[in-house]
T-cell receptor, first 108, second 115 residues
Framework: GIQVEQSPPDLILQEGANSTLRCNFS?????LQWFHQNPWGQLINLFY???GTKQNGRLSATTVATERYSLLYISSSQTTDSGVYFC??????????FGSGTKLNVKP | ETGVTQTPRHLVMGMTNKKSLKCEQH?????MYWYKQSAKKPLELMFV???????ENNSVPSRFSPECPNSSHLFLHLHTLQPEDSALYLC??????????????FGPGTRLLVL
């Protein structure tokens, strides 16, 4: 399957700071998604973004499909942004592979 | 109840037991998914159902047996599991599988421990 690598593995931010999370994938994909898992385990689907740029509030994502990477931007971080951010990539919605995640800790 | 619910939330079972995990969605969705989240491996998509029909089995061992009797309910039947099957099992649903951009809504998960 497709290899998905995320960086950095861990990130500590002060509240209000901005951050960029990266996802590299090993092959061309038609499905690229970002997820957030809060400290209590609840998983939320953030973006479906196989190419281009999308924004949702303080979060935005950009995927450069030709170079096989995607970036998740978090601006003006809040403590509620803490948790693990996962990238998943694959050929379609039936088959996709997750990275190991970036664990974010936003301190007040 | 709203959203996606899963029962039980915690389960301890022996390797010879048979148990079932239940997922129910109250969103009127047509597609449902099972995921496995182990401590030492990335999240894995296990099964995909659309309109009650299984559309994908991502090389999951036969000791895991899914059942989708209708679009609102999804079960994962477990038998003769191994300790390495201990994990958080997550259920999700979406309006329809295969349409690009479909948002998945996740349940809280069942934390399974196999002794």
């Amino acid at each position: 399957g497709i290899q998905v690598e995320q960086s950095p593995p861990d990130l500590i931010l002060q509240e209000g700071a901005n951050s960029t999370l990266r996802c590299n994938f090993s092959d061309s994909v038609n499905n690229l998604q970002w997820f957030h898992q809060n400290p209590w385990g609840q998983l939320i689907n953030l973006f479906y973004i196989p190419s281009g740029t999308k924004q949702n509030g303080r979060l935005s994502a950009t995927t450069v499909a030709t170079e096989r990477y995607s970036l998740l931007y978090i601006s003006s971080s809040q403590t509620t942004d803490s948790g693990v951010y996962f990238c998943a990539a694959g050929p379609n919605f039936n088959k996709f592979y997750f990275g190991s995640g970036t664990k974010l800790n936003v301190k007040p | 109840e709203t959203g996606v619910t899963q029962t039980p939330r915690h389960l301890v079972m022996g390797m010879t037991n048979k148990k079932s995990l239940k997922c129910e969605q109250h969103l009127g969705h047509n597609a449902m998914y099972w995921y496995k989240q182990s401590a030492k491996k990335p999240l894995e998509l296990m099964f995909v159902y659309n309109f009650k029909e299984q559309t994908e089995n991502n090389s999951v061992p036969s000791r895991f047996s899914p059942e989708c009797p209708n679009s609102s309910h999804l079960f994962l039947h477990l038998h003769t599991l191994q300790p390495e099957d201990s994990a958080l099992y997550l259920c999700a649903s979406s309006q329809d599988k295969g349409r690009p951009g479909e948002t998945q809504y996740f349940g809280p998960g069942t934390r399974l421990l196999v002794l």
